[in-house]
């Protein structure tokens, strides 16, 4: 049966308004696809709660090995990467950040097979997060590392591993007549290593986007027995460490 004048226009007009199919999301793009978890509205903008994952395997010759996130329209939009091993299980990390002007949150996951992924989330935030400081942590309070995470795991479980250090985060920028300026240097923990005795199991690369007194919780699987070791690394070299002992 022919198509009647009336479905032709109709169609014609469907066709501007939707000029081609949705692309469907392949299989890979979805094992790869970062998940990014923040709030809705955030009412602290010196210490936004996010969290960033990918469901992927953590094999040894492929996983998920940086997650990096970036907030284009912050003071400082870059908040940091983060490198994962096969010895965490999974790919994710949760931490508290700064964030000045809120927009889409930006997450870029690493596939050592597959390259990379990216995702974005819309945050809202209170104005100011960059440009405040907060109530300083004397110097010689700095550090006193602490690690959480559970003393027996069973071989292959996924457990999560809590950390904590006192430390100021100072992005050095303040807001004069309505224009961000920089007013000192940024001071601000910038490393964080963690180890199985002496092997590497993640690292991660921060910025002064990162809150003061950060608590920065990510994933460790039952793998061996050992002494789990976090150092942290300030934006002047300054080193503290915390060792737990584990037992698979």
């Known amino acids: 049966m022919g198509l009647t004048r009336r479905r032709l226009l109709v169609g014609a007009g469907l066709a501007l308004l939707w000029p081609g199919p949705l692309r469907a999301q392949s299989a890979l793009e979805r094992e790869h696809q ?11 903008a010196t210490a936004v709660p996010v969290r960033v994952s990918v469901e992927h395997p953590m094999e040894s010759d492929h996983y998920v090995k940086s997650i990096e996130l970036v907030l284009d329209k912050d003071p400082v939009p870059y908040k940091g990467k983060f490198l994962f091993t096969p010895a965490n299980g999974r790919a994710w990390v949760a931490f508290p950040m700064r964030s000045g002007a809120g927009g889409l949150v930006r997450a870029t996951a690493e596939c050592t097979r597959h390259g990379r992924f990216a995702a974005t989330q819309e945050l809202r935030v209170a104005e100011g997060g960059c440009t405040t400081g907060p109530d300083p942590v004397p110097r010689e ?19 999560e591993v ?17 224009r961000i300026e920089r007013e000192a240097p940024e001071f601000y923990l910038k490393q964080m290593l963690v180890y199985l005795d002496d092997q590497p199991i993640s690292e991660f690369q921060m910025t002064s986007a990162v809150s003061p007194n ?20 300030n934006s002047e070299g300054a080193r503290w ?8």
């Open 34 to 44: 970062p998940r990014i978890e923040v709030p809705i509205l955030a009412e602290d």
């Open 162 to 178: 809590r950390t904590r250090v006192d430390h100021n985060s100072y992005t050095g920028l303040v807001m004069r007549g309505g």
């Open 214 to 233: 950060p608590v920065i919780r990510f994933p460790l699987k039952g793998i061996r027995s050992g002494t789990l070791r976090v150092v942290f690394v």
């Open 241 to 248: 460490e915390v060792a737990q002992a584990v037992r698979v």
């Open 141 to 159: 309070r700095l550090g006193r590392p602490q690690v959480r995470v559970a003393t027996a795991i069973r071989p292959g479980e996924i457990v």
